[in-house]
């Protein structure tokens, strides 16, 4: 089986190989074909990739190429891993929102819409491709905003694209947890959008235990949900939030702890990243060496300005390993074999939330198999939660209209419309800021 890597050159490629290396089933990959625009970091993730597998005579071939069409024809899967703009962009989002107040962070907010709208006309490009080259393909997309994304693609993929992300699986599993439970056997009730949903039930042999964690102010103060919400405010909610909700609980000291901070996340990525891709500029290099020791301060600095926010302290060993690849596995072994499993992941509504049209992209429990995700049917969201659901969602459509019709009126539109961005002219002021900065905006007129 073929597995086609779009942003192949990126850093955390190794993790998806790591995991397919631990794959021994029959029906494995057993080629990997790594595209990404810059030759040097594709040598870079290779070289990583190689030491990964020495003395393993059955590890999956490894090419890699920057030409597009060749990557994606012949591949049974694609991850679409892409970064529009590299981590410089992602700095210019952070530093173009802080400087008119506002959240720049690079999936929620000012900085996601920045970076959904130079997104999504690479995104649409490559599902049309994949349409004509590989139709039989699955698409794995990762990349942020992945909701958003995802429904993108699936205009002309259909629900053969999938979008997948690790923050509810290690919610869930740091909940399960707490409650002595094994994450395996636990049934997560958890719905919203990627990066805006709430766990509101944790079962266990068809006995619901979240109740029993949010009466325990001593339990909800002993996980990093926990901490960064406050026991308090997770009683009152009755669920536990995918942490990507601090960012609108408290939202003004976050954006303080942001413009605070020495440098903002995308700024300290990219400096990070850049000193390990000139490191794997020496032949001698140690590449596994040197990708684990930058993978593991990544890791750890993870969120750091809302965990200081919060004062909830450093993160757990038990939450440094990653996770997404393990889900990526999962979901593709579900689909080529026919393994069925149940998975968290951004698919068509389907009339899952009745709150939404069917062709929304929402994050909820799947059923996989060899015909692809089904989402569960769940019970509807609090009031609360469903005002933030559909405001957000109403962004990404302006998002998705602006991308396509190349509408400046448009794109301030979804930056004034998010709930997190508190004026007009603040809004306008965004979309002159990041045209400013980003040459890949430039279609908006």
Known sequence: MRLTILGGGGFRVPLVYGALLGDRAEGRVTRVVLHDLDAGRLSAVARVLAEQAA?????????????????????DFVFSAIRVGGLEGRAADERVALAQGVLGQETVGAGGIAYGLRTVPVAVDIARRVARLAPDAWVINFTNPAGL?????????????IGICDSPVGLGRRIARVLGAHPGEAWIDYVGLNHLGWVRGLR????????????????????????????????????????YLHYYYFNRE?????????????????????????????????????????????????MAENRDAAGAGEREDDDLSG?????????????????????????RNRGTLSVLDAEAVIEVPCLVDANGAHPVTVDPLPGHATGLVCAVKAVEREV????????????????????????????????????AVHPGLAYLT
């Not at 949010?214 to 009683?235: H, K, N, Y």
């Open 55 to 75: 003395g393993d005579p059955d590890a999956p071939e490894v090419t890699v190429t920057t030409d597009l069409d060749e990557a994606l024809r012949g591949a």
């Open 204 to 243: 266990v042999a068809g006995r619901d235990e979240l109740p029993r964690l949010l009466a325990d102010p001593d339990l909800l103060g002993s996980f990093e949900e926990g901490r960064l919400f406050g026991p308090q405010w997770l009683r009152s909610l009755g669920a536990v939030p995918n942490e």
């Open 323 to 347: 996770g997404y690849e393990k889900v990526a596995l999962a979901l593709m072994r579900a689909i080529a074999r026919d393994e069925r499993t149940t998975l968290i992941l951004n698919v």
């Open 149 to 161: 994304v995802t429904e993108a693609m699936s205009r002309h993929l259909g629900d053969r694209v």
């Open 400 to 435: 998705l209209s602006a991308a396509e019709s190349g509408s400046r009126t448009t794109a301030v539109k979804a930056f004034a419309l998010h709930p997190l961005v508190d004026s007009v002219n603040v809004a306008h002021a965004l979309v002159d800021g990041y045209t």
């Open 254 to 302: 976050t954006v303080r702890a942001y413009q605070r901070a020495e440098k903002t996340r995308g700024a300290f990525l990219r400096d990070q990243q850049a000193g390990f891709y000139e490191e794997m500029r020496r032949p001698d290099a140690a590449a596994l060496t040197a990708w684990d020791r930058t993978r593991a301060e990544r890791e750890a600095t993870y």
